[in-house]
Nanobody
Framework: VQLQASGGGLVQAGGSLKLSCAASGSISIINGMGWYRQAPGQQRELVADIARNGNTNYADSVKGRFTISRDNAKGTVYLQMNSLKPEDTAVYYC????????????WGQGTQVTVSS
């Protein structure tokens, strides 16, 4: 499974961005998909993830502002980010896993999101 993320960029605080991640290869084995982010000098953290059945999970810091969704047929996952804050600035990575509740084992290349104040 290969993952290709896109949609990052520079936006002012309060603005919106939508990230996309397209899977290729054996997409039928994918169960969970998610987004992580890593800011300079910080550890990578889970932003949101979504199971194949649509169940979602969000970091407290993004609840009410970000929405994760997926298209199982296409093997794609999206992250709609609204009301962006400077502290959302990070490299965002998409991830996928074949086994529910397991470690994410497939990773995209990362896309930079920069929110200016």
């Amino acid at each position: 499974v290969q993952l290709q993320a896109s949609g990052g960029g520079l936006v002012q605080a309060g603005g919106s961005l939508k990230l996309s991640c397209a899977a290729s290869g054996s997409i039928s084995i994918i169960n969970g998909m998610g987004w992580y982010r890593q800011a300079p000098g910080q550890q990578r953290e889970l932003v949101a993830d979504i199971a194949r059945n649509g169940n979602t999970n969000y970091a407290d810091s993004v609840k009410g502002r970000f929405t994760i969704s997926r298209d199982n047929a296409k093997g794609t996952v999206y992250l709609q980010m609204n009301s962006l804050k400077p502290e959302d600035t990070a490299v965002y990575y998409c991830a996928a896993r074949a086994v529910p509740e397991s470690e994410y084992s497939y990773w995209g290349q990362g896309t930079q999101v920069t929110v200016s104040s």
